[in-house]
Structures are given as structure tokens and as C-alpha cells.
């Protein structure tokens, strides 16, 4: 954090910048540069008036306090804690396929300090096959009920409207969909009338082949122009981008190089102007890193790619170590206050 005046307020004021990397999409490459904050308007000065345009609309949402979705619990680092009700997600597929262990994992979860328990029916782990819309409908409802009913914020982890709607019904209060709305063309206007917050988040093509192959031609901007593209999608069909946040989807479609170069550069994904949500959790490219680890090992890496996102700006984890984590963002808190 600076002291005022050093640099350029980020998100409101609470941070700084004393420079800012700017990129571009050139007729046959991709160009970037660094400028210091105190040359920033002197530079764009020389810019074409459409890219400058372009700049300005970004450093404004960049500077702002970025939009916060009614419903959503106080402005501070948010822990999502998950609740898988399938057979076969990656870190813990089966443990929880039964209603009675996940309303018991997810009151566990709150009871170590998630802020919000999103509940899932559906794998969307890499090479994961489709669940039809009643078998995921009659995984999640009891589940979300139960966990509603218990008191805190329910969220719903799918694709698909009817399975939203379905979980709205029954109590949850928040849409985490891994499609970003693209998925079921009916889920865009039924997440957007529903009023919630929704998280939008980055991935390519379907779970059963997004890991085979996947090309960018830079992953960081691909994925940010998605997103931006999605929010606009949004705002199209009539609705108030104040309800959104994002997530770049890491591990959604990407190499670990795809993984790390939108890991290290998170601060960008602040200039869409909504809060951002990051998913790291147990994630594959921790074991690539680490030494190939299995799932349940890879605590210490998932916490040490949480906290610097947080430091990149992240309102949001969706983690599955609810309790380590919520010690390592209260300790965080305490050394940045």
C-alpha cells in the first residue's frame, strides 16, 4: 500500500500504483510497455483518439471502487467454501455424493468461517462428462435447502437455467456459473431477472475436452476480452452489471504457462470494474509446480496462490480448506492493515 499521493489510487483509494504496464494488440504482434504513473497523461496524449478513449474508460474503472452486488456479505476478502455433490470431481469426487455428508461438509465449511458454501452437481473437472438436468437438479435442491435453511449464503455452482432456477427455489442466493452464461442460452436471462449476484467465469469449449491442446495467443488478454465481452453481453440484454463478478478460470482450459501469466498479472482484471473472484484451490498446476502431489496435499500451494491474489486485488476465494485458509487471510489482513 502507498501513501497518498505517490501514485495512482487503485479500486478506490485503498492501494496505489506508481506504474502501470499497458498493452496493445498490434496488426502482427502484441505490444506492451511500462509507463510511470506520473507520465501516464502526458503519454496517451500521443495516442490515436479511439486508443486513447479506450485507455481513459479503462484507468477510470481501474481507479474506482469497483461495484459491490447487493446481497453479497460485507465489503472484505470473501471464502467460498465448496461443496461438491458428485461422484467424480478432482479433489474429493464421492465424499460427498450423499445429502447427508454434504449438508454436513457444508455446515462445516461455514462454521470455519465461509462466507458463502457454493454447491455444485456437476463435475466440471478436466475430461468430465455432462449430468442431465434432473439428475443434477435432485443432487443439489435437498442440499441447498438444508444449508439455506441452516442460516448464511448459499450459492450455485452450474451451466444451466433449470438447475438455477431449481437452486434459487430451494434457497440459494448467488450464481457461480463456469460457462460465464454461454452454456444454456436460457441462463442469461434467468440469472439476470433473478436480481443475485452472479460470478462470470473464463473457460474453453466443454469440461470433457477443454484441457486437450488449448492455444491463446496471449491467455492473460484472451481471457480478459472474454470476460469483458460477457459483461457486455450482460449489459445488452438489459441488466445491471453491479450484479456481476468475475473469474478468470484458472485451470479451465489452460496450460500451467496459461495458468501462471494470468496468475501474475490479476491486477488487470480489476479495470472490467467488478469484484473478482479466483479459484485456485487444490488446483493441478500446484502439483506440476510441487511435485505431482495429489489433491488433498496441496494446501500449502493453494494458500500461497490465494494470498497473492488478494494482493492482486481478489474479493473472492473459492477454496476447499475453508479453516486454513481463513486463518492465512486473517493473518494477511492483519500485516497489510
Request: with cysteine; proline share 7%.
Amino acid at each position: 500500500m502507498f501513501a497518498a499521493g505517490v501514485g495512482m489510487p487503485v479500486g478506490g483509494g485503498g492501494a496505489a500504483c506508481t506504474a502501470v504496464e499497458i498493452w496493445r494488440r498490434g496488426p502482427s504482434a502484441i505490444e506492451s510497455l511500462v509507463v510511470s504513473s506520473a507520465e501516464l497523461s502526458a503519454w496517451s496524449e500521443g495516442l490515436e483518439p479511439p486508443v486513447r478513449e479506450q485507455l481513459e474508460a479503462l484507468l477510470l474503472r481501474l481507479k474506482k471502487t469497483p461495484s459491490w452486488p447487493a446481497g453479497l456479505p460485507d465489503r472484505r476478502p470473501l471464502i467460498m467454501g465448496v461443496v461438491n455433490v458428485t461422484p467424480d470431481s478432482f479433489s474429493d469426487g464421492g465424499l460427498f455424493l450423499a445429502p447427508e455428508a454434504a449438508i454436513a461438509h457444508g455446515l462445516r465449511l461455514r462454521d470455519e468461517g465461509a462466507d458463502i458454501v457454493d454447491v455444485g452437481g456437476e463435475s466440471t473437472r478436466p475430461g468430465a462428462e455432462p449430468v442431465a438436468i434432473e439428475q443434477e437438479i435432485r443432487r443439489v435442491v435437498p442440499v441447498i435447502e438444508a444449508l439455506a435453511a441452516a442460516g448464511g449464503m448459499v450459492s450455485i455452482d452450474t451451466r444451466k437455467a433449470a438447475v438455477m432456477r431449481a437452486a434459487l427455489d430451494a434457497g440459494a442466493r448467488l450464481i457461480n456459473d463456469v460457462s460465464a452464461l454461454r452454456h444454456d442460452p436460457e441462463s442469461l436471462a434467468m440469472a439476470g431477472a433473478s436480481g443475485l449476484p452472479v460470478i462470470l467465469m473464463h473457460s474453453r469449449g466443454e469440461p470433457a475436452t477443454m484441457q486437450q491442446h488449448p492455444v491463446y495467443e496471449r491467455a492473460v488478454l484472451d481471457v480478459f476480452d472474454h470476460l469483458e465481452a460477457r459483461i457486455g453481453a450482460w449489459r445488452a440484454a438489459g441488466f445491471d452489471p453491479a450484479q456481476l463478478m468475475v473469474d478468470p478460470g484458472i485451470g479451465f482450459g489452460k496450460t500451467v504457462e496459461h495458468n501462471l501469466d494470468i496468475l501474475r498479472r490479476l491486477s488487470l482484471y480489476l479495470s472490467l470494474g467488478v469484484p473478482l473472484a479466483l479459484g485456485v484451490s487444490r488446483k493441478s498446476f500446484i502439483a506440476r509446480l510441487a511435485g505431482e502431489v495429489p489433491a488433498p496435499e496441496r494446501v500449502p500451494g493453494s494458500l500461497a496462490a490465494a494470498l497473492y491474489g488478494l494482493a492482486q486485488g481478489v474479493a473472492i476465494l473459492r477454496v476447499h480448506d475453508v479453516a486454513a485458509t481463513r486463518q492465512a487471510v486473517t493473518i494477511w489482513q492483519a500485516l497489510c492493515a
